[in-house]
């Protein structure tokens, strides 16, 4: 699948791949610096952002319109940045075309299997009567009752085209179909002994002591970073530091 691209910058290419719920320009500042240096291609994955909608979320299929899209930009081999289910994506990439992938960077996510109840955000979301009175603040109150965060709210409702028809920019009944494929990881066989760098967040667990082993076995060279001032959401919680230790990471690329 041919997936939708934000393209900034000249140079090496690097790949930004965003997680569940997100899009190509939740990157914005950190693509807009990165592309100082590199050519930097922001993408919506499947079912996310400008892409198009499709039944199946695995990660090898989501890996693979990475890889298509990327070639038919003419950029491969490149690196890959990707946060969260993004960087299940990336780390799918480079297990299964190494030569595709020249640095890997996995913000907040191991290979593992979570299981963070993010089928709940989905019914809220879904909750949401999508007719033509709707403003942003009745789906905001809506939100509301499942979501008590309102940075997470408004992260949400980014999604949400509102107006005479308002709809879900997202292909939400297909995520929510793929959710044990977005909240799994595959068996595979493989390595990727490229240079890898996994940025946890300071204040994040999704990253733990116990996930090493299976990083790993599976990434040997893996190198880690802890990021002060961030959550799960690294690259929006601290921006200039996330660029920092990414511009870093690659500075012989």
């Not at 500042?29 to 198009?52: C, I, M, Y």
């Not at 940045?81 to 297990?95: R, T």
């Not at 009745?138 to 008590?148: C, R």
């Not at 920019?169 to 996994?198: F, Q, V």
Request: charged share 20%; net charge neutral; glycine share 10%.
């Amino acid at each position: 699948m041919m997936l939708h691209a934000i393209e900034r910058g000249e140079g090496r290419p690097l790949a930004l791949l965003h997680g569940l719920f997100g899009r190509a320009g939740n990157f914005g500042v950190v693509q807009r610096e990165l592309a100082r240096k590199f050519r930097v291609l922001a993408v919506d994955l499947r079912n996310h952002g400008q892409s198009p909608h499709a039944d199946g979320m695995s990660y090898t299929a989501m890996a693979a319109d990475v890889r298509e899209t990327l070639r038919a930009h003419g950029a491969l081999p490149s690196a890959m940045v990707g946060h969260s289910m993004g960087g299940k994506v990336a780390m799918l990439a480079a297990l299964a075309a190494p030569e595709a992938v020249s640095r890997l960077v996995v913000a907040d996510i191991a290979p593992v299997s979570y299981g963070h109840g993010m089928r709940g955000t989905i019914e809220a979301m879904r909750a949401i009567p999508l007719t033509p009175d709707l403003t942003r603040a009745a789906a905001d109150a809506v939100l509301s009752q499942s979501i008590p965060d309102a940075a997470i709210r408004g992260f949400l409702l980014q999604n949400l085209r509102f107006g005479e028809h308002p709809a879900w920019r997202l292909g939400l009944d297909e995520i929510a179909a793929a959710m044990p494929e977005i909240e799994g990881w595959p068996e595979i066989d493989g390595r990727y002994d490229g240079a890898t760098l996994l940025i946890a967040g300071a204040r994040s667990d999704y990253i733990r002591p116990e996930h090493r082993p299976a990083i790993r076995a599976l990434f040997p060279a893996a190198r880690f970073v802890t990021l002060k001032n961030a959550g799960h959401w690294v690259h929006a919680d601290n921006p200039a530091g996330f660029v920092a230790v990414v511009e870093a990471f690659l500075a012989d690329y």
